[in-house]
Structure formats: structure tokens, C-alpha cells
């Protein structure tokens, strides 16, 4: 939608929630996550490994931290600020330089491009439901850009371990009930996130994985209204 049919929605959100009603996810949360800046900042300061990211407006500043991470032999890929499933993506190989201010709305947000462990093009989507890696996936695809929207090919994959944890962790510091978190392992063999959303399509998952997304996110605000019901309150005050 529009920056104004976004507000007005954020809005309503954020008036349901102050008045009582059960809001999964919060308003707060999902504008943590549509802020890519702010996605970061909250991994940052929560110490979820990522890749080196950098939000700012000056040009100057920007093309400076490009020029840096050319110097280290690196790509850049270039985000729009508010964006998703993949469009909008630039990666600026060594010897390219920043497009126009006009071009990126003024905002240049630059994350250290990290390609996979074994040279391909693939990344992990976690599904972390209520504090719990719920189901995994790997989305493979032909080119760099990994979403299934840009058609990429799902396989499944287990959400245990290192990038379940990982995922909780990365959902726990943003403040999403729900999410679903992108996860690459590094050429060195780091599990880093790439993204938290906080509104994930889940069509490309449920293909590969006999856990009923829907189910569990229904059993999440079922549970959620149970818990702020008057009963529940009075059995709290009792208790």
C-alpha cells in the first residue's frame, strides 16, 4: 500500500492494542521489521550475528562505506528501506558505483554481501511461532536474490539447532509473535540473519513441511485471547 494506507493501518493496529484487544504481531513489532534500519538496530544490540549493515542519507558517507568494503574485495547489496520479497535489490560488485539519492528515496541502506557457504544461491527460511522454531526451508534459486516471489525453489529442511536458535533469537529481539527470519551460512561457516519479517508468507513453506502453519498460528492467538479473557483474569487475581 501507500505510506498513508500503511499509517492508517499501523494506526488501527496500534488502537486495537491500547484498547485491550490481542494483537498478533504487535504494531510495534511490525514496524521494527517494515524499518530495515530498525531491524538491524535491534539485532545489533541483541549480538544476532549478521552482516555488517549501515543505514544513512549522505551520499558522501555512503559511497565511502561502499568504497571500503571494495577495498576489501566485497559486494554490497543495496536495500530499499521499506521492501519485500525481493524487490528493489541492487548488488554493487567492486568498480559500481551508488545510484543517484533520487533513486533510493534519499536513504541508502547497505548490507555486506555474503554469498553461500558452498558458492551457490541459497538461504534458510525459519518460521518462529510464539517463541519456537515452528518449520524450516531451503530457498534455492538461480540468482542471488533468494525469495520465492523471485523464483527461487523450496526444499525442506530442519528447524533444529544452530538455526532455530539462531531464528528465536533473531524474532525475540525485534518483538514478533510470529516471523519468519532469513538466515545464510557464510563462506566461513557462520549462520547469519539477513532479515526478520514480521508479516511472512507461508505458501512456499507449507509445500515442503507437514507442520499446518495456519494451525499454529491460530492456536497462538486462541491462545493469546484465552489469556487476556475476564475468566483468565479472575483465575489470575484468585491464583
Not at 513489532?29 to 539485532?43: G, P, Q, Y
Not at 519479517?197 to 502453519?213: C, K, Y
Not at 486462541?222 to 487476556?228: D, M, N, V
Request: glycine share 10%; proline share 7%; with cysteine.
Amino acid at each position: 500500500g501507500s505510506f498513508g494506507q500503511v499509517t492508517l493501518r499501523l494506526g488501527v493496529l496500534h488502537a486495537l492494542s491500547h484498547g485491550g484487544v490481542p494483537v498478533v504481531n504487535t504494531p510495534a513489532a511490525i514496524e521494527r521489521c517494515v524499518d530495515k534500519s530498525a531491524t538491524a538496530f535491534r539485532l545489533a544490540a541483541a549480538r544476532v550475528p549478521t552482516p555488517r549493515t549501515w543505514t544513512v542519507a549522505d551520499p558522501v558517507q555512503a559511497s565511502a562505506i561502499l568504497a571500503a568494503l571494495h577495498a576489501e574485495g566485497r559486494a554490497a547489496v543495496l536495500k530499499p528501506l521499506f521492501g519485500s520479497q525481493g524487490k528493489g535489490l541492487r548488488r554493487l560488485d567492486p568498480g559500481m558505483a551508488l545510484p543517484d539519492p533520487d533513486e533510493v528515496a534519499g536513504v541508502y541502506h547497505l548490507q555486506e554481501y555474503v554469498g553461500a557457504a558452498d558458492g551457490g544461491w541459497f538461504d534458510w527460511r525459519v518460521f518462529v511461532v510464539d517463541g519456537r522454531p515452528l518449520a524450516a526451508m531451503v530457498r534455492q534459486g538461480d540468482h542471488w536474490i533468494t525469495n520465492v516471489k523471485q523464483g527461487a525453489r523450496c526444499h525442506p529442511a530442519s528447524p533444529a539447532g544452530v538455526l532455530g536458535d539462531l531464528a528465536v533469537a533473531a524474532a525475540a529481539a525485534v518483538g514478533t509473535d510470529y516471523a519468519g527470519v532469513d538466515v545464510i551460512r557464510a563462506p566461513d561457516g557462520r549462520f547469519l540473519v539477513l532479515e526478520v519479517n514480521s508479516m511472512p508468507a507461508w505458501r512456499g513453506l507449507q509445500a515442503v513441511t507437514p507442520v499446518d502453519v495456519a494451525q499454529a498460528l491460530a492456536d497462538l492467538v486462541l491462545a493469546r485471547l484465552a489469556a487476556a479473557s475476564p475468566a483468565s483474569a479472575d483465575a489470575r487475581r484468585v491464583g
